[in-house]
């Protein structure tokens, strides 16, 4: 069966970076869009950012670009999330998601087929 599973989520500073990983399992990895969505306590789930199945583009919540890089190694079913210049509000549950292709509304959790069970970040003040 298909598995995603994250990895690289801890306790940082402020300031400071966290790279997370997704290894995905039973599925054409390739064939896949891929997202990274984040749940604080309380809020809802929210869209992250976004790579294409071959990498060359990606789309990120706009808030986030400049500090968060999505990529992605189909040669090794792994999909990444480099999170720099980490702040409080970060803190949250990180979760990949795989969906079979592009949606306009890729930001939307109904277009991703499977997900992982989440890592945890937390940044400190």
């Known amino acids: 069966q298909v598995q995603l599973v994250e990895s690289g989520g801890g306790v940082v500073q402020a300031g400071g970076s966290l790279r997370l990983s997704c290894a995905a399992s039973g599925l054409t990895f390739s064939s896949f869009v891929m997202g990274w969505f984040r749940q604080s306590p309380g809020k809802a789930r929210d869209f992250v950012a976004l790579?294409?199945?071959?990498?060359?583009?990606?789309y990120y919540l706009d808030s986030l670009r400049g500090r968060f890089t999505i990529s992605r190694d189909n040669a090794k079913n792994t999909v990444y999330l480099q999170m720099n210049s980490l702040n409080p509000e970060d803190t949250a549950v990180y979760y990949c998601a795989a969906a079979p292709r592009y949606y306009d509304d890729y930001q939307s959790q109904r277009r991703y087929d499977y997900w992982g069970q989440g890592t945890q970040v937390t940044v400190s003040s």
């Open positions: 790579i294409s199945q071959a990498g060359s583009w990606t």
